[in-house]
């Protein structure tokens, strides 16, 4: 290294110059290198600058003819031929690619189904599924199971209550009946054994070890999650309870540790993982049977009587109707959980209304209102079976307990399940208003009144039961009331019409007033009265302005011991009739009444009328008191007193 000031050669690693002793200035290593890097950089561009130039060396140095020569239509035919070929080329290899893909997918599920074999040691797990029926023949459940090859399978007892036979079917067509097992009254799940008449190739049971890996097979299908992971486990009697982590609750199926069967999952029936925790298959022996498990669970209760006449289909609808209400009367045995659907207490109701319908169709109210008695409505407790015999007991019974039914029995079921049912108003309503419409008909206005005042009570809004208020009072006489109840109130225009009917009927009763109205069939010939004789007999009359007298019957001369009057022509009169003259005793009527009119002292003839038993003829020594009006168009007779 040469000093800058003496200009000396000294040694790379002096750093002082040997001669003047001045300091030497140190070369970095990096500008030793400098011009090198440079240098390389230089290289670099001129690498780019040739690469460039080569991609485009046909712009660059094409000439104006190349560009502006034009291709032939064969040429461009080849090149479209070249383009279509390319893409069917790229095509065929999307296909292939999709091909190679689905068999993997193949090859994999393949593996896996491999993977089960030789995870339970090369043995084909027995599978089928297991029937539950009850004593009368009927499917309670059907569930996916499997079994070990000693014949031992897990059940979740949910699925068996109510069943007295359990049949296994299996996958390769063979059929066994589960007679026994190890249960315990409640428990979740049972393990129970199958009549084998010799040991099976399926893998055996064994107890489950938390500390090992285990795999889940699924039972329908061949589907495998291996290495499945458990949560920390509760003791269930023979069992231990895990759920399942970071994963969705699996299908039926089993759990596979070592080549052992060593625990289940029955999907839908129970949400966790029953891990088998007691001793090997081989060393078990069995504490309980199938006819057990039947009495401890279901024997006695509502339930098992609900079975029985669930059974009953094949009998009359008012056989199965009366068998499912004498069950209502037993206490349940069973939760609303573990009840088996078609046995829970609303498809019941769904049977019975079933039932009930059809027995009224076929004209059996009679009987269904005996069996659906209110007793049974209440231990039912559902308001549409209760409506839907209501018009039953209106037409075995009458209005008055139909009535009665929905306002105590219904009202009960209705304060049971906590809210309103606004079509059993309705239906309440309805029955009121056809009542008292029966009652206006037959013109019963005590009974009327007494049924409108209770009706008011329940619907004071209702138009239509106020204006059968209006029509009963009209039917009684009463106008003055019925005047003020019509005009009490404003009604919607639906009702107009009705309203302005009865308005007319009040001013014409209006004008009936201090009258007697006497009416009869519009166009009829014919006009009767009834009118009351010396107040202790009601006698029907024939109004007969050609009669000069008034005429009764002899029965009721009799009947009521009348005054024979007598002067110097003696106490009888000819008259003349249409079968000729006969002879009529004269009498005297004290007092003859129509409608609240009374006149007294009324000559009469003792005469039967031919052909008419029993009727009287009110005579012109009667009518003479009054001034008619008869209008025969609208049926009506007024007499006003003179």
């Not at 129970?192 to 285990?214: E, I, M, T, Y």
């Not at 009529?584 to 009119?597: C, S």
């Not at 006149?599 to 012109?620: F, K, N, S, T």
Request: glycine share 8%; proline share 3%; hydrophobic share 40%.
């Amino acid at each position: 290294m040469q000093c800058l000031r003496c200009r000396t050669e000294n040694k790379a690693l002096t750093t002082h110059c040997v001669k003047c002793g001045a300091p030497l200035r140190l070369r970095r290593r990096g500008d030793r290198y400098g011009k090198r890097k440079i240098f390389i950089i230089l290289a670099i561009l001129l690498g780019w600058a040739v690469g460039l130039s080569y991609s485009f060396h046909k712009v660059i140095f094409s000439t104006g003819a190349d560009n502006k020569q034009a291709l032939s239509s064969s040429a461009k035919e080849e090149i479209t031929a070249g383009k279509r070929f390319k893409r069917l080329e790229l095509e065929h290899d999307q296909r292939a690619a999709l091909e190679h893909q689905k068999k993997a997918a193949a090859v994999k599920e393949a593996s896996r189904a491999v993977v089960k074999k030789t995870a339970v040691r090369n043995q084909v797990v027995i599978t089928g599924w297991l029937s539950v029926v009850d004593p009368w023949g009927h499917q309670v459940s059907k569930i996916r199971s499997a079994i070990t090859g000693t014949g031992w399978l897990a059940l979740p007892s949910r699925a068996c209550i109510g069943g007295k036979k359990w049949l296994l079917s299996t996958d390769s067509g063979g059929q066994y009946i589960v007679n026994y097992g190890l249960w315990k009254a409640g428990n979740d799940v049972g393990l129970w054994h199958v009549d084998l008449k010799a040991s099976l190739s399926g893998p055996a049971l064994r107890a489950w070890n938390a500390s090992l890996p285990v795999d889940w097979f699924r039972l329908t299908g061949t589907g495998v999650r291996m290495d499945i992971k458990l949560s920390p486990g509760r003791p269930a009697g023979n069992f231990v309870v895990c759920s399942f982590v970071n994963k969705r609750q699996p299908e039926a199926g089993i759990f596979v540790q070592n080549g052992y069967i060593v625990g289940w999952s029955f999907g839908s029936w129970l949400n966790d993982a029953y891990m088998w925790a007691g001793g090997p298959g081989e060393s078990l022996s069995n504490n309980s049977t199938v006819d057990d498990f039947y009495n401890q669970t279901f024997a006695g209760g509502r339930e098992e009587q609900f079975a029985k006449a669930y059974a009953q289909q094949e009998n009359s609808s008012l056989t199965q109707l009366a068998a499912l209400a004498t069950a209502w009367q037993t206490a349940p045995t069973l939760s609303l959980t573990d009840t088996p659907d078609y046995l829970r207490p609303a498809e019941i109701t769904k049977l019975m209304r079933r039932l009930s319908r059809r027995a009224m169709k076929a004209g059996h109210g009679a009987e269904v209102v005996r069996i659906l008695n209110a007793d049974t409505l209440r231990r039912v407790a559902d308001i549409n079976l209760l409506m839907d015999i209501v018009p039953a007991v209106t037409a075995v019974s009458g209005f008055e307990d139909a009535t009665f039914l929905i306002e105590n029995t219904g009202r009960d079921i209705v304060q049971a399940g906590g809210h309103s049912v606004a079509a059993l108003n309705v239906m309440h309503a309805k029955l009121y208003r056809e009542w008292l419409q029966s009652l206006v008909t037959v013109r019963a206005v005590k009974e009327g009144v007494i049924v409108w005042r209770k009706a008011s009570d329940f619907y004071p809004k209702d138009p239509s039961l106020h204006l059968l208020g209006v029509e009963l009072l009209l039917a009684a006489g009463n106008w003055q009331k019925a005047e003020t109840l019509l005009y009490n109130r404003e009604y919607p225009a639906a009702f107009q019409d009705k309203v302005d009917l009865l308005s007319r009927r009040i001013s014409d009763m209006k004008g009936e007033a201090g009258k007697i109205v006497i009416r009869f069939q519009p166009g009829s010939s014919t006009i009767l009265v009834t009118a009351l004789l010396n107040a202790g007999m009601n006698q029907k009359f024939m109004v007969d302005t050609g009669a000069s007298m008034v005429t009764i019957p002899s029965d009721t001369a009799d009947a009521l011991s009348l005054k024979i009057i007598s002067d110097y022509h003696g106490s009888s009169q000819e008259v003349s009739t249409a079968g000729g003259m006969v002879s009529a005793t004269r009498v005297l009527i004290d007092t003859l009444e129509i409608d609240g009119w009374v006149e007294h002292d009324i000559p009469a003839l003792v005469m039967d009328i031919p052909g008419q038993p029993g009727m009287g003829l009110l005579g012109l020594n009667y009518l003479k008191h009054f001034k008619m009006n008869l209008n025969n168009e609208q049926g009506s007779l007024l007499l006003t007193p003179r």
